[in-house]
């Protein structure tokens, strides 16, 4: 989660919500791919931290399915990024401060874990939580 926080701290200075993401390999050490939140300087709507890590990881991999793998997120998951999870089929998704506005691994959906989709991550939430979302309070605090 530190190396995730790291990550959301750079997307500050591009105007961007610090969010952070890393894929880690099976070996839960192992950097696969890293993002943070990048719409605002790329003008992307999917440039979200999630999406950019998992899109690095399979480009490292070589392969989509990331099998194995750990997402490790600074926020809960969107809808977007929990399907992008589901997708990529990574093994568990770790993330520190829950979303209830938007949150889509637990808080107001549950995409990841939902029983027709035939993928479903383990979910490990609140991880150094008051840290990621201090993160987060501080920055809209200044908008």
């Known amino acids: ?9 750079r997307a500050v200075p591009g105007g ?3 969010v952070g993401a890393v894929v880690l390999a099976g070996d839960g050490i192992t ?28 480009e490292r991999t070589g392969q989509w399915r990331l099998s194995g793998c750990t997402l490790v997120v600074t926020l809960e998951p969107c809808t977007m990024c929990a399907g992008a999870a589901v997708l990529s089929r ?5 993330y520190g ?17 939902d029983r027709r989709l035939n993928h479903r991550p ?12 201090t993160l987060l309070t501080e920055f809209f605090r200044t908008r």
């Open 31 to 58: 950097v696969l791919g890293a993002g943070h939140n990048e719409r605002e300087a790329t003008g992307d709507p999917t440039a979200h931290a999630e999406v950019l890590a998992i899109r690095r990881a399979a």
């Open 90 to 94: 990574v093994d568990r998704v770790v």
């Open 1 to 9: 989660m530190r190396l995730a926080l790291e990550q959301a701290g």
């Open 97 to 113: 401060a829950r979303d209830e506005k938007a949150g889509a691994a637990g808080s107001l959906w549950d995409v990841v874990r």
């Open 122 to 133: 383990e979910v490990i939430e609140g991880v150094l939580a008051d840290e990621c979302a």
């Open 16 to 18: 961007d919500v610090p």
